[in-house]
């Protein structure tokens, strides 16, 4: 497995956890050295666990050294980034590197596998980096990996389906065996040509991208009509054709992939010729989103929050997992403190990532109720589970004004009403409150 992120080490470690032997490449020694000392490196449920399970049993080693994971390696994965370039195509200088630096090292008919994500076309010229190195004969392959953070362990040994590219029945067949153990529930092994593979993860991402931005789309009208987004949801969501799933609006999607898939798809057609508008009006609807959470709260408190303190629960891009890449919860920091306010915020797993990109310009608390201590505002971000039920007195009692902003929709506002708080969600169209008269005595 060449990088070992996200999908590299879930991936790596699940195939040794099916009794294959695995070694796992980064160019990053802290994180080969961290891995090779008994740590993990990311945050992923269960995996800590696998990872001691499997390198215990020697089938799941960790280096730095090219020569050491290739020479003799059957399978090689490409798991690197593929993050955006300044114009929003995707950057393909991490998988060149891989490929070149491999090259040298490769065992005549070993399978490279592209798993990151890449634009058409990536594999073929992945295969022309790699000949431009080599005259080693080997197969080229793509596998494009649908794993959601939080969820990797289940997505990845129960996966929907298995999509692999190829042009020839030798790498369809290595990967039919790698992929076996995890499909026996019968769920499809679907091969076809390396392009449309490339193709598959770029449209399915965005199809899910395109989903979120519609149904936020849908909930912003909501707040103005009189309608309730959840009603709306489920009145749809009965509907075979639509379905439940990714229809809760929010505050807009992050993480490492839809936000860069989207653009890179577009960049796609719009260096073939075609006018990607429905990608372009996805990604500007969730910008915009983004901020959504920060205009309700200034409607209510004004644009200036000097001497106000604002809470924030949840900071990684969504729950269970402590990547903060591209996270709403850093768009609402960044407007917060530029209003002037003062902001304590908690999130379980993510809060040491976020002080390493924005330092200590915010609290930083230990427990999510700690961070309501003489709050105006509470905002909530990232639905992390141990939000869902808090205990509704202590934070009014902890907070100078019962205002809740859920951008995630947590709560039935009526019972928040009842409760005595002030409560905005996304679609539920309450009703104009005078929060300056509500205090935590009300
Ligand atoms: N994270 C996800 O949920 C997810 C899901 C499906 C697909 N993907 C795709 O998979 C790819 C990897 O994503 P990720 O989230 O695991 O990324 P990541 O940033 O977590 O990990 C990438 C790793 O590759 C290493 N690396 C970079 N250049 C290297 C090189 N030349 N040789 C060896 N190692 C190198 C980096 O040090 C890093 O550890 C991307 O294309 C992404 O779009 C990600």
Not at 126 to 137: C, E, G, H, L, N
Not at 350 to 369: L, M, P, S
Request: net charge negative; hydrophobic share 40%; with cysteine.
């Amino acid at each position: 497995m060449i990088g070992t992120g996200y999908v590299g080490l879930v991936s790596g470690t699940c195939f040794a956890e099916s009794g294959n032997d695995v070694v796992c490449l980064d160019v990053d020694q802290a994180k080969v050295d961290l891995l090779n000392s008994g740590g993990v490196p990311i945050y992923e449920p269960g995996l800590e666990e696998l990872v001691h399970r499997n390198s215990s049993a020697g089938r799941l080693t960790f280096t730095s050294d090219y020569a050491d994971a290739i020479r003799g390696a059957k399978c090689i994965f490409i798991c690197v980034g593929t993050p955006q370039d300044h114009e929003g195509a995707a950057d393909l200088k991490y998988v060149r590197s891989a490929a070149e630096t491999m090259a040298p090292y490769l065992d005549p008919g070993a399978v490279v596998i592209c798993k990151s994500t890449v634009p058409v076309g990536t594999n073929r010229q992945v295969a022309a980096w790699i000949r431009s190195k080599t005259d080693t004969p080997f197969y080229s392959a793509s596998n494009p990996e649908f794993l959601k953070e939080g969820a990797a362990i289940d997505d990845f040994t129960k996966p929907d389906r298995v999509v692999v590219g190829v042009d020839d029945e030798e790498a369809g067949e290595a990967l039919h065996e790698l992929y076996r153990p995890f499909l026996r529930t019968e769920k499809p092994f679907i091969s076809m040509g390396i392009e449309s593979a490339e193709m598959v993860k770029y449209a399915a991402n965005c199809m899910l991208a395109t989903k979120i931005s519609f149904i936020n789309e849908v909930a912003n009208i909501c707040d103005h009509v009189g309608a309730d987004i959840n009603d709306v949801r489920k009145g749809m969501g009965h509907d075979a054709r639509i379905g439940f799933a990714f229809l809760f609006p929010g505050v807009g999607y992050g993480g490492s992939c839809f936000p860069k898939d989207v653009r890179a798809l577009a960049a796609v057609a719009e260096a073939n010729g075609v006018k990607p508008r429905i990608l372009r009006t996805v990604d500007e609807t969730n910008d915009a989103q983004k901020n959504i959470l920060f205009e309700k709260l200034t409607e209510q408190l004004g644009d200036d929050l000097t001497g106000r303190t604002i809470a924030v629960w949840g900071l990684s891009f969504k729950p269970r997992t402590d990547d903060i890449r591209e996270a709403p919860s850093l768009v609402l920091i960044e407007r917060l403190l530029a209003a002037g306010a003062t902001v304590k915020v908690h999130d379980p797993v993510a809060q040491e990532n976020v002080r390493k990109q924005i330092g200590d310009v915010v609290t930083y608390c230990q427990h999510h109720y700690d961070a309501c201590d003489e709050a105006d505002a509470l905002m909530i971000v990232t639905e992390w589970n141990e939000f869902r039920n808090p205990d509704f007195d202590y934070i009014k009692l902890k907070m100078k004004s019962p205002v809740i902003f859920d951008g995630r929709n947590l709560y039935d506002r009526r019972k928040m009403a009842r409760r005595g708080f002030v409560y905005s969600g996304i679609g539920l169209a309450a009703l104009p409150v005078d929060v300056e008269s509500c205090t935590s005595d009300s």
